[in-house]
């Protein structure tokens, strides 16, 4: 029999999993959690398509440098600045970290370093609240649920309500079986069977990993936070005693110092 783990609910509520969800955006954090000044878009352009491609700065043609950042300006540099985790200079065209509390966290730098493009699908998954509270709850029970018995808890969760209307019922099933179910085994995390109606969470060696990855403490280092962060280093210790479960989700990445 599978052993019952604990996954803490905070996860759900923690907005990053977008931000990181591609290896790109977490390259382009390496690139600037190293730099000790501001970057310029062509540089970082530049620097991204030789990491991608594993060339030389010196070998990436201004055309592969240009393509990269276009897409730096239409699409990872405006969700990484309103993350709260870059300044980005437009009219400049420069690009810097801020102070932003998760960049800090020696958690976080692991999760940069990974380039696994099954981890991009991972935190993809991960990226939505609702399929993010589902897979608390199925990766918090051994045995299979029923899809009725899994509405029911995910509605009384998401509501708060012990008996969830007809009306919350009804619209949390469609998404479920027409985005969340269906996503979720396709991408090998869940097992569901649609003529059984039955679903259970598979070991899936991705979020176990990320899991691991992300919340076993570094108490060496987390201490030298603790004055800062008031408490943190209690608070993963303490996680990890009721639980016996290194997952802890790191709330605090969600609070951005940056004004």
């Not at 062509?42 to 201004?62: C, G, M, P, Y």
């Not at 690009?95 to 958690?107: E, F, I, K, N, Q």
Request: net charge negative.
């Amino acid at each position: 029999m599978r052993k019952r783990k604990r996954t803490p609910r905070s996860e759900t509520q923690n907005p990053l999993f977008t931000v990181l969800g591609t290896s790109r955006r977490r390259a382009i954090l390496r690139i600037l959690r190293d730099r000790t000044t501001v970057i310029s878009e062509h540089e970082l352009s530049l620097t991204l398509a030789a990491i991608e491609q594993e060339l030389s700065v010196a070998d990436v043609s201004n055309e592969e440098a240009r393509d990269i950042r276009i897409d730096l300006r239409h699409f990872h540099l405006p969700l990484l600045e309103d993350s709260g985790l870059v300044n980005w200079k437009r009219e400049e065209g420069t690009v810097s970290t801020t102070d932003h509390v998760a960049l800090t966290d020696p958690l976080f730098h692991r999760l940069l370093t990974v380039e696994s493009t099954e981890l991009d699908e991972v935190l993809s998954v991960l990226s939505n609240k609702r399929r993010r509270l589902l897979l608390a709850i199925l990766r918090d029970d051994p045995t299979p649920l029923s899809r009725t018995a899994l509405l029911q808890e995910l509605a009384r969760q998401e509501t708060g309500e012990t008996a969830p209307s007809q009306a919350v019922l009804d619209d949390i099933m469609v998404s479920l079986s027409h985005d969340h179910l269906p996503r979720l085994a396709t991408a090998g995390i869940i097992d569901y069977d649609a003529e059984t109606d039955h679903v259970a969470y598979i070991e899936h060696p991705e979020l176990e990993e990320l899991f691991t990855l992300l919340h076993k403490p570094d108490n060496r280092l987390v201490s030298k936070l603790d004055g800062f962060f008031g408490g943190l280093l209690t608070s993963y210790r303490q996680a990890n005693k009721s639980s016996g479960d290194p997952i802890e989700w790191p709330n605090f990445w969600s609070e951005s110092h940056h004004d």
